[in-house]
């Protein structure tokens, strides 16, 4: 079975709901019916009721079952005010400013449906920058307990792959953390391994990447890494993680014994942990996009309740797996 039909059984065993702000977005109106029909999670959309269903009426696709809510109607407005105001008056967040942004601003509105618990997770991105997704949800949701950190990630399912995890990866970090500092990298590390062990399933086995595999090269960039995989090992020391390590090393086992012979990941690494946002996001879409592989991301990981981004290039497809995705890190708790 597919990767991503694993995750929607899952999703369906204990159904979870998820609050997509992005009502405008065609692809979401598609990926909300695919989800009601699938029964992967309950839909929560925000925004005017009429206007939802006639965008969904316009696209032929049926939304009966979908929660509306309209942040001018609900009742719910005046506890989320309260909520963030209190959330967020060391900011100087004042009621009016809050009711100002809720009223106005759907993501937040979302992200507050989550920390409220109206909702179990949220996704949002397909027509909105990850920034303007992140933001809110950073400075509403924070870290999970025990964690500094939060990071962002894709699971990439790579058609007919030998590699991996039968072509299935984490990459890291792909969309929050521009340029993260070794002990930040290390973070990631640690992150990614738990993601992937929560949602693939399998034994994490890490990669530490760099254009650089055990002192191929010279460099501060080198010597970034080199220092991100000695703090993971020292902190994290139960993970099977190495580096650095090149691309080719770490998941061609061939490659990998004769550049860093010895190692216990070169050649059988699933998690990949670039060493920069420029190298995540590029390789990510570089793998989406030439080896036609599915990419669900950017995820969250690291925040204290899930909420997930999407790309703007995303299809209807991408966020139908995001949601299931989200609504098992639900059940999760991760
Ligand atoms: C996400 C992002 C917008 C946050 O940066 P910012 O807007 O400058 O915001 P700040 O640094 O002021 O952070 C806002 C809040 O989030 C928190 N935060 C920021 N990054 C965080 C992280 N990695 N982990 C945990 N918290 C974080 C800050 O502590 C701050 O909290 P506070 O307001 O309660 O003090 C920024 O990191 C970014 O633009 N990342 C790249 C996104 C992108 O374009 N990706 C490429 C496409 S996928
Ligand atoms: C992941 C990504 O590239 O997102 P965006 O479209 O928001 O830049």
Not at 128 to 150: E, M, N, W
Not at 214 to 226: C, E, I, Q, R, T
Not at 259 to 268: D, F, I, L, Q, R
Request: net charge negative; proline share 4%; hydrophobic share 40%.
């Amino acid at each position: 079975m597919a990767f991503i039909d694993v995750i929607k059984e899952k999703a369906k065993k204990d159904k979870k709901t998820i609050v997509l702000p992005e009502t405008r977005d065609k692809r979401t109106l598609i990926a909300a019916a695919q989800v009601l029909e699938e029964g992967t999670a309950n839909i929560v959309m925000i925004g005017k009721e009429e206007k939802i269903f006639d965008g969904a009426g316009w696209l032929e696709v049926d939304l009966t079952g979908v929660k509306v809510i309209d942040p001018d109607e609900t009742d719910k407005l005046e506890h989320y005010v309260k909520t963030l105001t209190e959330l967020r008056k060391n900011k100087g967040m004042t009621e009016e400013k809050a009711r100002e942004i809720l009223l106005n601003d759907y993501l937040t509105f979302g992200v507050m449906m989550v920390k409220c618990k109206d909702a179990d997770g949220m996704v949002a991105g397909a027509c909105h920058a990850t920034a303007d997704v992140l933001r809110p949800s950073l400075q509403i949701l924070k870290t999970a307990p025990g964690t500094d950190l939060v990071s962002a990630f894709f699971i990439m399912d790579v058609p007919n792959c030998e590699y991996g995890s039968h072509g299935t990866f984490v990459f890291a970090d792909c969309g929050l953390n521009q340029d993260p500092t070794a002990s930040e990298l290390a973070c990631i590390a640690d992150s990614s391994a738990k993601s992937f062990r929560s949602l693939v399933g399998e034994k994490p086995v890490i990669a530490m990447l760099s254009h650089s595999t055990k002192g191929s090269a010279k460099h501060a960039l080198v010597d970034k890494v080199v220092e991100a995989t000695e703090i993971a090992k020292e902190r994290y020391p139960q993970l099977t993680l190495d580096g650095e390590l090149q691309l080719d090393a770490s998941i061609v086992p061939s490659i990998g014994a004769s550049k860093a012979k010895g190692s216990p990941v070169a050649g059988h690494a699933n998690v990949l942990v670039f060493p920069n946002l420029d190298a995540g996001n590029i390789g990510y879409k570089l793998v989406q996009r030439l080896a036609k592989a599915d990419a669900y991301g950017p995820m969250l990981q690291g925040i204290a309740s899930p909420v997930n981004d999407l790309s703007r290039g995303c299809s209807a497809e991408d966020i139908v797996g995001v949601i299931a995705l989200t609504a098992v890190q639900a059940q999760l708790n991760v």
